[in-house]
């Protein structure tokens, strides 16, 4: 069976099993569509109290670790201030 296939800007009938090509001349009439279930449309994410805590967790992880960044920005602002020659 040919089936369309885009290959270099053009539509072409490619066979699916032995690799044959066929070029068209007219590409208009020619579009593969797909049915997909209802089912696998629709995806609704449920987040729990448990991964809750996590995500608030790890909020409360990244302030402490932009804390540890400030503190160590000022003491080695500190220290390269007091090991320059002046």
Known sequence: MLVPERRDGET??????????????????YKVTYAVEEGKRRKMAVVGEAE??????????????EDYYRLFLETYAETESESEPG
């Open 12 to 29: 072409v009938l490619v066979c699916r099993s032995c690799g044959f090509i066929k070029k068209l001349k007219n590409s208009n009439s």
């Open 52 to 65: 809750m805590r996590m995500i608030k967790k790890s909020k409360e992880e990244q302030e402490l670790m």
